[in-house]
């Protein structure tokens, strides 16, 4: 990051290091597994997301996985009502 935007934030602005906390999605999202795990459908989108790496071979046997987060995101028909609880998981950017 520092080489393309130079040495630390220019004055006046934020910090680069944004708190975990903040990367998550605002809203009716979960902001972490320990939320998720408390629910039977966030259990049963995490199951199906981790059913799919397998089906997939996306994450081969005796290979050491890179850093991974979940990230949730409800889905919603044209009223506004819940039609699928959606859990992904995906890699951290790394700059």
């Known amino acids: 990051m520092d080489n393309i935007l130079g040495l630390g934030s220019p004055l006046g602005l934020a910090d680069r290091e944004l708190p975990q906390e903040l990367l998550v999605a ?8 320990e939320e998720a795990k ?3 459908e966030w259990c049963t989108a995490m199951l199906e ?4 790496i397998e089906e997939n071979k996306t994450l ?4 050491r996985a890179i850093g991974l987060k979940w990230v949730f995101k409800l ?3 044209e009223h ?11 890699v951290k950017g790394y700059v």
Do not use: F, W
Request: aromatic residues 4%; charged residues 35%.
């Open 26 to 33: 605002i809203g009716d999202e979960l902001g972490s597994v």
């Open 49 to 52: 997301e981790m059913a799919s």
């Open 75 to 77: 889905k919603r028909d």
């Open 38 to 40: 408390a629910s039977k």
């Open 80 to 90: 506004g009502e819940i039609v699928k609880y959606k859990a992904r998981l995906v």
């Open 60 to 63: 081969p046997r005796g290979h």
